[in-house]
């Protein structure tokens, strides 16, 4: 070989064998999360490298990626204020490392935090509380009213995935066939798991705010949520999410999360409640900051604990805030809840709320299965005291632009303040998939069927199921069976019937209705705006009218004491019903009722000295009601709007006159009703609900046509009627009540050690109501009017003497999570015949 060859050989070896080491040379990447070895929150921040080498920092989740082709064995994790911690590394090319770092003594400015901070601490002489007070004193200045006008873009997502599914559920037999939706994972900010997104809301909005004159502004540009079709209320989904989800304002007093309300680590009575340390002094971007520790003096309480950041400016402003709550905390199926914050500095020097990230894990169970819930807003272009102009502040404080909700993809991949993960971009596509399965749309009819009571059958439902059988001491067994059209018929007309055979009676009921949509919606979304015309023979008891649920529900057929007060009702009704945008909804109908007594009631009255029976009664009426809720949420179910109770109140006012000669009317008569209702939050001593009610009828009427008071002979807590009352006792012309129940949330029984491990809640209610007939109306003292009836021939039908009807009760809540059970108490009118004095009453609710 010549050496040509040989050189040219020899090049080619080296070749080759470079090529080999090239394609056996690995990347290695280390990637993972840094955490706060006491109080588990994510640490921004830390700077992790490879001995001897640059590395990265990590996010504000804690998370970190960093790669090299060298050969390493450490990898090294520091930040100020911590102990640094050195890891040797594995022989994989892809390792993930989650680390934990404690504080470094030597920064904890001689403050010594022991197991027993209750025997040590004090809020006396104490820097970090006198810190702490500082920024209590500093809030107005650090908030957004501070300011004389600002504006700003705010981006918001809202995001459900399940946790923790098991394989072997996924590969059953009935979700099998949905596997592209769980083949989906991606990360999350909790340590160790990884969920599969099945829901997904974003919203983008310009917002502005004046001081004077007061006014805020949002003007929504964009919406978009995952739709899973007709068998589910999405908008009322939404509503729910954003109410479980709200704004985390850490200036205000108290911060609502999962409609309960936690008291914020700086509000005015925070250094009552919470215990504070200084861990650290540190400096970002030039500023100095302290960095200060939380924890709750009572760790059962609503309250948080974890790291703030404030500022040594003169402002007292928080520029950042990682806090969480504790796992003994009394909040229903939640095991994990972080809250973080992070703060920008404005060109005033003050700081405003850049990042929020609020994620919720729920579970039944404490390592199985469950949903995480994650909602991060995040603002841009924030400007402060620029001039804007009067135009902006028109119309109402939430405005929508027209053709948000149909912006297309492009819209979002240039205005989204964040990419969307690979998994969460596939969910809009994978949910539109789902709901375009027949398998997946016989799933969830059956699924409404279960749980609503409604079977679809084409462009008709059958149901409600829970009526299909019944009994009462009239009818005796009942049958039921009935249903109504659906949108697929028509989005104008609707239809609704049912037919029901009482064997003891034997007689038919049935009820037959037609609406009209005027807007081309369905008659149970919101906004209503429709008209209705329907006839109903049925049997009725006086007095009932039952709010979520129908008295032919079966569950309702159990009832305590004497049930034999009953009506055989004819009742024609038209009616009117218009919904606006701010939540103002009128109705205005026409109602022709002929009742006629059943079971052991009788109408009779005194002609001439001789008891003549009445057989019926027929009044011909025409009402107004309007109704107003500011700012409502609630679900829309298949026969009710489920309320998602919010701090606004609710004002209902209802007109009736009564026409005699209309169509056979027989009396004259006039009746106002106002009612109103607000829910009170105390923050740490829960909330109150409290309802009031007065109403007036103007005319000489029999008792049938006054107001017979709301009663409860059932065995379940009924919050809008008087639970120890008998059906029929009470009637009177003109009344007003009060109720209140107040709901503590385990205020006192988390500092009870043999109970606060059961979560218990506790609660409180009273109900009072005072009435009144004048003579002209009451048959004691005007004998031309229908006698009160009786049982066994006592009379059982009151009038209101000089003294209120008032009953109490105090309860436990939250029994397997679900169960109140109320031990109630009647304080008035202990004389009247087969009435309790006291009874245990229960209800079912779910509730966080």
Do not use: C
């Not at 009664?617 to 489920?642: C, D, M, N, V």
């Not at 109103?676 to 009427?701: C, N």
């Not at 008071?709 to 009540?737: C, G, I, K, P, W």
């Amino acid at each position: 070989m010549d050496w040509k060859r040989k050189i040219g050989f020899g090049f080619l070896l080296l070749l080759i064998l470079g090529g080999i080491e090239a394609f056996g040379q690995t990347t290695t990447t280390i990637k993972g999360t840094v955490k706060d070895a006491a109080t588990h929150l994510p640490l921004q921040n830390v700077s992790v490298f490879f001995t001897g080498a640059q590395g990265v920092i990590t996010d504000s989740a804690g998370r970190f990626i960093v790669q090299t082709d060298d050969n390493v064995s450490f990898i090294e994790f520091t930040i100020l204020g911590y102990q640094s911690v050195k890891r040797k590394l594995g022989n994989d090319a892809i390792q993930v490392l989650n680390i934990e770092m404690a504080p470094s003594p030597k920064n904890l400015n001689n403050v010594t935090v022991t197991t027993n901070k209750r025997a040590k601490y004090r809020n006396k002489n104490n820097p970090a509380v006198e810190l702490i007070r500082q920024v209590i004193a500093h809030k107005d200045d650090n908030r957004l009213q501070a300011y004389e006008t600002a504006s700003y873009e705010k981006y918001e997502k809202i995001q459900l995935s399940l946790s923790k599914i098991s394989k072997k559920l996924t590969d059953s037999k009935i979700l099998k066939r949905y596997n592209f939706v769980f083949d989906n994972p991606d990360t999350t900010q909790m340590q160790g798991m990884t969920v599969t997104p099945v829901y997904l809301e974003e919203s983008l909005s310009d917002n502005y705010y004046r001081k004077k004159p007061q006014q805020s502004k949002s003007i929504i540009k964009g919406k978009k949520k995952v739709d899973f079709g007709e068998f589910v209320d999405m908008v009322g989904v939404s509503s729910y999410l954003n109410r479980l989800y709200e704004d985390v304002n850490i200036y205000d007093n108290n911060i609502s999360v999962l409609t309960n309300q936690f008291l914020s680590p700086i509000a005015d009575l925070a250094p009552t409640f919470y215990m504070f340390y200084i861990r650290d002094t540190v400096e970002l971007n030039g500023e100095k900051l302290v960095k200060m520790y939380f924890t709750p003096r009572n760790p059962d309480d609503l309250l948080f604990r974890g790291t703030m950041f404030i500022t040594l400016d003169g402002n007292y402003g928080i520029q950042q805030i990682n806090m969480f709550v504790s796992s003994k905390v009394n909040l229903n199926f939640v095991r994990q809840l972080k809250i973080a914050q992070e703060f920008e500095k404005s060109k005033e020097g003050r700081y405003y709320l850049e990042k929020s990230d609020m994620v919720t894990d729920f579970g039944l169970s404490k390592n199985g299965g469950g949903i995480l819930g994650e909602r991060t807003v995040s603002y841009k272009d924030f400007q402060t005291n620029v001039a804007i102009n009067d135009s902006v502040f028109k119309g109402p404080s939430v405005a929508i632009q027209e053709k948000a909700e149909e912006r297309l993809d492009t819209f979002w991949i240039s205005h989204r303040h964040d990419s969307l993960s690979s998994a969460e971009s596939k969910v809009y596509a994978n949910i539109d998939s789902l709901k375009k399965m027949k398998s997946f749309r016989r799933l969830m009819d059956w699924g409404t069927f279960l749980l609503a009571g409604y079977k679809q059958a084409g462009p008709f439902e059958v149901g409600p199921a829970n009526t299909f059988y019944s009994f009462n001491p009239v009818e005796g067994f009942r049958l039921r069976l009935g249903g109504r059209t659906t949108p697929k018929l028509s989005k104008r007309y609707y239809f609704e019937t049912y037919g029901a055979y009482g064997f003891k009676d034997q007689k038919w009921k049935y009820f037959l209705s037609a609406s009209y949509s005027i807007n081309n919606k369905s008659i149970y979304g919101y906004p209503l705006h429709y008209v209705r015309a329907s006839f109903q023979r049925d049997t009725k008891i006086p007095g009932q009218e039952l709010q979520f649920v129908q008295e032919d529900n079966f569950l309702l057929s159990f009832k305590r004491g004497n049930n034999d007060k009953w009506l055989y009702n004819d009742i024609f009704n038209f009616s009117y019903v218009r919904e606006f945008g701010d939540h103002l909804r009128y109705t205005i109908g026409y109602k022709w009722w002929k009742q006629t007594p059943a079971g052991s009631i009788s109408y009779v009255k005194n002609v001439n000295g001789t008891d003549v029976n009445v057989n019926d009664i027929t009044t011909s009426e025409i009402s107004a009601e309007f109704r107003w809720a500011p700012h409502e949420q609630f679900y829309q179910g298949k026969l009710y709007r489920i309320p998602i109770i919010n701090k606004y109140p609710i004002f209902t006012f209802r007109y009736i006159a009564g026409i005699k000669g209309l169509l056979k009317g027989e009396y004259n008569y006039q009746s106002i009703n106002l009612r109103a209702e607000k829910r009170f939050y105390l923050s740490q001593l829960g909330f109150t609900d409290i309802t009031a009610e007065g109403g007036y009828l103007f005319g000489k009427v029999p008792f049938p046509l006054m107001t017979i008071h709301r009663a409860n002979q059932t065995f379940t807590y009924q919050l809008n009627s008087f639970n120890l009352m008998n059906f029929m006792e009470f009637v009177s012309d003109h009344y007003a009540s009060v109720t209140v129940d107040h709901y503590f949330n385990g205020f006192i029984f988390n500092k009870i050690p043999l109970l606060k491990r059961l979560k218990l809640r506790e609660v409180i209610a009273g109900k009072l109501l005072y009435g009144a007939t004048r003579d002209e109306n009451n048959p004691a003292k005007n004998p031309d009017q229908i006698k009160f009836p009786t049982t066994n021939g006592v009379v059982s039908t009151f009038v209101f003497d000089n003294q209120p009807y008032f009953e109490g009760s105090v309860g436990i809540m939250n029994i397997f999570k679900l169960v109140r059970v109320d031990v109630v108490k009647r304080f008035t009118y202990l004389k009247h015949a087969d009435i309790p004095t006291w009874g245990i009453r229960t209800r079912v609710k779910f509730d966080f």
